[in-house]
């Protein structure tokens, strides 16, 4: 239906973008919000030393300081709604939605969870060297494919799925689901967490989007200086 405010400023919708090698040609596979979620949870958790371990009894802790060798750790937490009963209404234009509701999104976010086999190339070609060479087969290494988080232009950072559950509300008579609520758990990859990722492309993409994130964030950080002058001003006795 036309939105009658011809004027209203046009709604950008989140995503989360996959490299991986699971789909055919170079195109990324990118999973469109269908809904913005309402909220969004964002926790950061400094770095803390490790704590003395058993191996090394007489070790004393490191004391309280302000070592902080990597960024702090970022996870998000966010619900997402999915309806295919639009769709449905006009069968002609969604042939995917008549076979499948939203299953298929829901696959699309699974598969997120699940190792790229395929784009671990060269982990895979090391391991069968490996195994000529020695008495047991080695366990393959895998990767899970590098997603992007994308939540406007303000903030695109490389993330790993570390929660996944879907309420499945209404099925089709094939018993596919209609309806279904989602909720993810996202943890931010830093690029001293990337750097042994298999798949070269993607990661140089992850780690400049990270980089790029986190440039805008320390150019709001100096713009709050404004805000800082006119708070110390209206602090002082005259």
């Known amino acids: 239906m036309a939105n009658s405010f011809s004027r209203s400023p046009k709604l950008l919708k989140g995503a989360l973008v996959e490299f991986s090698s699971r789909f055919i040609g170079p195109v990324p596979n990118i999973i469109v919000f269908q809904y913005n979620p309402e909220t969004l949870s964002r926790t950061l958790n400094p770095w803390k030393p490790p704590e003395e371990s058993e191996e090394k009894p007489g070790e004393k802790k490191p004391e309280k300081s302000t070592a902080q060798p990597f960024d702090p750790d970022e996870t998000f937490t966010l ?3 999915l309806d295919a009963t ?4 006009e069968p002609e234009k969604h042939p ?3 076979i499948s ?3 298929d999104r829901i696959a699309a976010m699974e598969m997120l969870l699940y190792p790229d086999k395929e784009g671990n190339d060269l982990v895979g070609a090391i391991g069968d ?4 060479t020695s008495a047991d087969e080695p366990e393959p290494r895998y990767s899970v494919p590098i997603v992007l988080f994308v ?7 490389p993330v790993r799925l570390t929660s996944f559950s879907v309420e499945e509300q209404a099925f089709s008579t094939t018993l596919y689901p209609i309806r ?3 909720s993810i758990g996202l943890s931010v990859l830093a690029p001293h ?10 990661k140089e993409i992850a780690i400049t989007a990270y980089e790029f994130t986190l440039a805008q964030k320390n150019v709001l950080a100096a713009a709050n200086l404004a805000n800082s002058v006119g708070s110390i001003l209206g602090m002082l006795p005259f």
């Open 180 to 182: 279904a609520k989602v």
């Open 79 to 81: 619900n997402l709604e």
């Open 151 to 157: 939540w406007g232009p303000g903030r695109i950072v």
């Open 96 to 98: 995917v939605a008549v």
């Open 193 to 202: 967490e990337l750097k042994n990722h298999p798949n070269t492309i993607s």
């Open 101 to 103: 509701g939203v299953a």
């Open 129 to 132: 060297v490996l195994s000529l």
């Open 86 to 89: 639009d769709a449905l209404e």
